[in-house]
């Protein structure tokens, strides 16, 4: 059974960076597709962006991500991380990865981390 934690949450200023981890353990890591969620506070979970399992195909879903988020992956260290740039205080939230097989049904996946606080404050 495959299991998720992510790591690297904290507070940031506007205009800060970080990276979030996602740290894979038990079977079945390099067949799974892997995104990334956020729930901001009041508000549905929402997806982020994708990786495929071999690490070919980047998905960025919402606009407000592209060109600020960069989602990529480490086979051999079973990890995939997100780089979150220029970061703005409606990125405040709880993030989550998630594993299915492909990025077309990452909005079913059932198995997910326990997620990360993400706060952008001054």
């Known amino acids: 059974q495959l299991q998720l934690v992510e790591s690297g949450g904290g507070l940031v ?8 981890s996602c740290t894979a353990s038990g079977s079945g890591f390099l067949y ?5 969620f956020h729930r901001a506070p009041g508000k549905e979970r ?5 990786i495929d399992n071999e690490g070919d195909l980047r998905v960025y879903y919402p606009d407000s991500a592209a ?3 960069i989602i990529s992956r480490d086979n051999a260290k079973n990890m995939v ?14 993030y989550y990865c ?4 492909s990025c077309d ?5 059932d198995l997910w ?5 993400v706060t952008v404050s001054s």
């Open 13 to 20: 200023q506007p205009g800060g960076s970080l990276r979030l």
């Open 81 to 94: 991380y997100l780089q979150m740039n220029m970061l703005k205080s409606e990125d405040t939230g709880v």
């Open 32 to 36: 799974h597709a892997i995104g990334w």
């Open 46 to 50: 929402e997806a982020i962006s994708c």
């Open 113 to 117: 981390g326990q997620g990360t606080q």
């Open 105 to 109: 049904r990452i909005g079913f996946a």
């Open 98 to 101: 998630a594993a299915a097989w």
């Open 67 to 69: 060109g600020r988020f």
